[in-house]
């Protein structure tokens, strides 16, 4: 996806915008990543808790509507840092924006990473989520939380680096990713304009 191919305003998701607007000219998107509902997990927890309690022990009720309260703040606060949040690797650089309260917007170029790790503990595990963590040089360490994708986002930077280094095989693997993702692309845009017809 470069400047030119993408989509109209009309289609284009906020991300999308978003990751537009920090392409220079000839760098392409491979891969973005994306976001797994447990992001949501502590805040539903924190909500089903309270409303046990208050069913089980009525007295501590308004403690409960405390926590039931906290729990919706924790979820609002999980969708933001969805909708803001960015993770993106291109053919040139590993784009990265993170935080709410303080957003660091980061990019760094593939030949300055050191390496990108993945970060799951139990419940990424059980639901198929990661951290994704990327050491700069100069000690800079950028995590973002609950990637779904987080294995084939760690995949593409191996290709790619590979790739620079002249590896045949990883330039074939390179366009094939392209290939495929520029189809799920259009199978989601063909997706959507079917449900605006339907409406």
């Known amino acids: 996806m470069s400047k030119s191919n993408v989509k109209s305003k009309k289609t284009k998701s906020f991300q999308d915008a978003e990751v537009e607007k920090m392409l220079v000219k000839g760098e392409d998107v491979i891969l973005r990543a994306e976001f797994h509902w447990a992001i949501y997990w502590k805040g539903f927890a924190v909500i089903a808790i309270a409303l046990l309690v208050a069913l089980l022990v009525p007295i501590v009720f308004p403690i409960a509507m405390l926590f039931s309260v906290c729990g919706v703040i924790m979820l609002i606060i999980a969708k933001l840092t969805q909708h803001y949040m960015l993770l993106v690797v291109t053919n040139k650089r590993v784009l990265a924006r993170y935080g709410l309260l303080q957003m660091d917007v980061v990019d760094i170029r593939l030949s300055k990473v050191e390496s990108i790790d993945l970060e799951r503990m139990l419940p990424g595990h059980l639901l198929g989520y990661a951290s994704v963590v990327i050491l700069g040089t100069g ?61």
């Open 139 to 199: 000690q800079r360490l950028i995590r973002v939380q609950y990637i779904a994708n987080a294995e084939k986002f760690r995949r593409y930077y191996n290709e790619l680096v590979l790739a620079e280094e002249g590896n045949e095989e990883a330039v074939e693997e390179i366009s094939k990713i392209k290939n495929d993702a520029q189809k799920e692309e259009n199978k989601k845009s063909v997706s959507s304009k079917k449900k605006t017809k339907k409406m």
